[in-house]
């Protein structure tokens, strides 16, 4: 008879188990998504901000740039012209994507967005004399 | 005495055996979606290929990448489409503080049915590169008579 576990040892095995592979397949989830829209934020010292994101074959106007809430949202719509072909193999993407990146203290006005070569490229400035020293009485 | 036994009662086997045979047959599972280079973590290009009576179209996503460093040679059937992907030297030595963007070179490699290597086209534009391939027409078997 012992060598029966107990039900509330089959229980915990079962519940770990069943974890370690929600977290393995969120991460894998994770990956892919933002493999979908990878971004790289460059900064310097000169407070100059940089936002590289590749997009490849995709019209202008079908890029959306906007900065809210201390984020700078950029939402694409990739679209595939294809008529009537049998498709062989198929791996890229075809609809909505979206990033949101936190970019705090960014001077609105200075944001500027250039898609070339298949990148789109963000440029922005962070506000300076954020620092305000306050004596104390 | 049952306490005794309760130490010796480690996890039992059948678990390990399970947990074991999942995590094999996940990776099994990722792995094979990682040849096809959409998980790989080094840039690789996504790729769609369709076909229609005339053609093989080739359509490679390759953002970012100079036409320089991009090179397409088909040779008995089968197509490489070879580069690099460079991160401008100026960005290199930036502070980053997200960093997404995979870069490196690649190449992918397909083999196709018979095309008219020497009529191909390609295209790019805004990172996308386009391959035409036009089918070989299919030799008319010819009859052999019987003396």
Redo the contacts between chains.
Sequence with gaps: M?LI?DVK?IEK?LNN?YNE?DS?LEN?IR??S??LL???????DNNDV?V?V?????DKNKINVEYKNNSLYIGVEKT?D?K??????????EGKLERI?ELKDIDPDTIKAN?E???LTITMKKKEGLVKKIAIE | MKNLLRKDFKRPDLFENLRSRMQSMFEDFFADLETTSILKSDFNPVVDIHEDDKNIYIKAEIPGVKKEDLEVTIKDNVVIIKGEKKEEKEEKDRKKYVKECVYGSFERSFSLPEVDAEKAKAEFKDGLLKITLPKKEEEKGKSIKIE
């Design positions: 012992w576990p040892v095995e188990l592979m393995f894998k990956e892919y933002i493999s990878p971004v790289n934020v460059y900064e310097d940089k590289v590749p997009i490849s074959g995709v595939k294809v009537d072909c049998k498709l062989l193999r198929e791996e890229r993407f990146i898609y070569n298949g990148v």
